[in-house]
């Protein structure tokens, strides 16, 4: 008796019953947990599924999966936003970049009143301005 009960617990425990979850970090160092793995991304199994796991899990009902794909919608949306803001970004300062590398007598407006940069200045803000595009402009 004692063994059929340790059986059958051990048959329905769930992680006899677990499927495989992921790992991964996306590009803006979010940790993610899923049941498959990012399109064309590198993922770390945190659960592997056991050779028992045959039963396919219960889906989710309909209200939770229109709540998570307006979730998702809103994500992708935001991350376009971003997307497009970085290269408008990258656009100016690549802009920038070259003013000051092409123009010897770079001024600017110091309090309403248009001042000259120095050699030295003009050497900083390209450094500055190189560093800029090397850290987000890939």
């Given at each position: 008796?004692?063994?059929?009960?340790?059986?059958?617990?051990?048959g329905l425990s769930p992680m006899c019953m677990a499927g495989q979850v992921y790992k991964w970090v996306d590009a803006q160092g979010v940790t993610h947990f899923g049941s498959q793995p990012p399109p064309g991304g590198q993922a770390t199994t945190v659960i592997k599924s056991s050779p028992s796991a045959t039963k396919p899990a219960a889906s989710p009902p309909a209200g939770v999966i229109g709540d998570q794909k307006a979730i998702d919608q809103q994500v992708?949306?935001?991350?376009?936003?971003?997307?497009?803001?970085?290269?408008?970004?990258?656009?100016?300062t690549r802009t920038n970049l070259a003013q000051l590398q092409n123009n010897p007598r770079v001024r600017e407006d110091v309090e309403g009143e248009m001042r000259r940069l120095t050699?030295?200045?003009?050497?900083?803000?390209?450094?500055?301005?190189?560093?800029q595009i090397e850290e987000h402009c890939q």
């Open positions: 008796m004692f063994f059929l009960m340790a059986s059958l617990l051990v992708k949306q935001q991350i376009a936003e971003q997307q497009a803001q970085l290269k408008a970004f990258c656009g100016q050699e030295e200045e003009r050497r900083q803000r390209i450094d500055e301005t190189r560093k």
